[in-house]
C-alpha cells in the first residue's frame, strides 16, 4: 500500500496525466471538427463552396483572414454559419464601407448567387446556423403570440412599434420596417452587432415565425390613428403636443396684440 501510494507522488505521474489529458481532448476536438464540417457542407455543391472561397479570397480575407481565421481588424468566421453571411453580404453590411462602432445597411455588393456561394464557403469551415427554410417565412404564424414574444426579448432595443432605437456608444438597433422576414430570422440566430443569439433554446423555430408574422402584421397596417413620430410613446407624442400647442397658442397671442396696437 506503501509502495503504490509512492508511485502515485512521482513528479512524472503529473506530467503523463497531463500529456493524457492533451492527447484526448486534442482527439475529441479533432472528431468533433471533421463532424462538424461533414454537416456543414451538406447542404451546399462542392462547386458553390469553391466558387465561394474564390469570392471571399478576392473580397473578404483582407480583414477576415485567408481561410475566414480572423485577424486584428476583423472576427474569426469559422462557426459562425451560411445564416449570418446571408444576412451581414445579403444586406450590405459586409463588406463594410468604412471602419465604425456598427456596420451600416448599403445596397448590396453581391447578387443572391454569389451570396450564396460565400455563405457556402463559410459554412464549409464549421457548423453553425443555416439559412431557414421556406416555411418559416411564410408570415402564417400566430401574431399574437408573436407580438408577445417580441415585446419580451426584442423591444428593449428595437422599441415596441419595431421603430428602431439608440444604444451606447455610437451603436443603434435598426429599424425593422422592410427588413425581409429571411433577414430577421437569420438575425435572430446569428446575433450580429449588439444583437443576442436567440437560440432555437430560447427562441423556437415556430415563435420566430411568430415574430415575422407579428412584424409584417403591423408593418401593413401602417398608423391609423394618424403621424406616429417615430412611435417613441406617449410621453415623447405628448411632450410634442405640447411644445408645439403652446408655440401656436404664443403666436396667436403675439399676433393678437400686434393687432390692436
Given at each position: 500500500?506503501?509502495?503504490?501510494?509512492?508511485?502515485?507522488?512521482?513528479?512524472?505521474?503529473?506530467?503523463?496525466?497531463?500529456?493524457?489529458?492533451?492527447?484526448?481532448?486534442?482527439?475529441?476536438?479533432?472528431?468533433?471538427?471533421?463532424v462538424n464540417q461533414?454537416?456543414?457542407?451538406?447542404?451546399?455543391?462542392?462547386?458553390?463552396?469553391?466558387?465561394?472561397?474564390?469570392?471571399?479570397?478576392?473580397?473578404?480575407?483582407?480583414?477576415?483572414?485567408?481561410?475566414a481565421?480572423?485577424?486584428?481588424?476583423?472576427?474569426?468566421?469559422?462557426?459562425?454559419?451560411a445564416?449570418?453571411?446571408?444576412?451581414?453580404?445579403?444586406?450590405?453590411?459586409?463588406?463594410?464601407?468604412?471602419?465604425?462602432?456598427?456596420?451600416?445597411?448599403?445596397?448590396?455588393?453581391?447578387n443572391?448567387?454569389?451570396?450564396?456561394?460565400?455563405?457556402?464557403?463559410?459554412?464549409?469551415?464549421?457548423?453553425?446556423?443555416?439559412?431557414?427554410?421556406e416555411?418559416?417565412?411564410?408570415?402564417?404564424?400566430?401574431?399574437?403570440?408573436?407580438?408577445?414574444?417580441?415585446?419580451?426579448?426584442?423591444a428593449?432595443?428595437?422599441?415596441a412599434a419595431?421603430?428602431?432605437?439608440?444604444?451606447?456608444?455610437?451603436?443603434?438597433?435598426?429599424?425593422?420596417?422592410?427588413?425581409?422576414?429571411?433577414?430577421?430570422?437569420?438575425?435572430?440566430?446569428s446575433?450580429?452587432?449588439?444583437?443576442?443569439?436567440?437560440?432555437?433554446?430560447?427562441?423556437?423555430?415556430e415563435?420566430?415565425?411568430d415574430?415575422?408574422?407579428?412584424l409584417?402584421?403591423?408593418?401593413?397596417?401602417g398608423?391609423?390613428?394618424?403621424?406616429?413620430?417615430?412611435?417613441?410613446?406617449?410621453?415623447?407624442?405628448?411632450?410634442?403636443?405640447?411644445?408645439?400647442?403652446?408655440?401656436?397658442?404664443?403666436?396667436?397671442?403675439?399676433?393678437?396684440?400686434?393687432?390692436?396696437?
Amino acid at each position: 500500500m506503501k509502495a503504490l501510494s509512492q508511485k502515485r507522488r512521482h513528479p512524472l505521474a503529473a506530467i503523463a496525466l497531463l500529456l493524457l489529458g492533451l492527447l484526448v481532448t486534442g482527439g475529441l476536438y479533432a472528431v468533433a471538427t471533421t463532424v462538424n464540417q461533414a454537416k456543414a457542407s451538406t447542404s451546399f455543391s462542392s462547386s458553390d463552396v469553391e466558387e465561394g472561397g474564390k469570392l471571399f479570397a478576392a473580397n473578404c480575407a483582407t480583414c477576415h483572414g485567408m481561410g475566414a481565421s480572423g485577424s486584428k481588424d476583423a472576427p474569426s468566421l469559422v462557426g459562425v454559419g451560411a445564416a449570418a453571411v446571408d444576412f451581414q453580404v445579403g444586406t450590405g453590411r459586409m463588406p463594410m464601407q468604412m471602419n465604425g462602432p456598427q456596420a451600416y445597411q448599403k445596397p448590396a455588393q453581391f447578387n443572391d448567387e454569389q451570396t450564396h456561394q460565400l455563405a457556402a464557403y463559410v459554412a464549409s469551415l464549421g457548423a453553425g446556423p443555416a439559412i431557414p427554410e421556406e416555411g418559416l417565412l411564410d408570415e402564417k404564424g400566430d401574431a399574437a403570440a408573436g407580438g408577445e414574444l417580441f415585446r419580451t426579448n426584442c423591444a428593449m432595443c428595437h422599441n415596441a412599434a419595431a421603430a428602431g432605437g439608440a444604444l451606447t456608444r455610437g451603436k443603434f438597433a435598426p429599424a425593422l420596417a422592410g427588413v425581409s422576414g429571411k433577414h430577421i430570422y437569420e438575425a435572430m440566430v446569428s446575433g450580429p452587432q449588439n444583437m443576442p443569439v436567440f437560440s432555437d433554446a430560447n427562441v423556437s423555430p415556430e415563435g420566430k415565425r411568430d415574430i415575422i408574422t407579428f412584424l409584417k402584421q403591423i408593418e401593413s397596417n401602417g398608423s391609423p390613428g394618424g403621424a406616429d413620430l417615430g412611435a417613441l410613446g406617449p410621453v415623447s407624442e405628448g411632450l410634442f403636443v405640447w411644445i408645439a400647442g403652446l408655440g401656436v397658442i404664443i403666436a396667436f397671442t403675439i399676433w393678437l396684440t400686434s393687432r390692436t396696437s
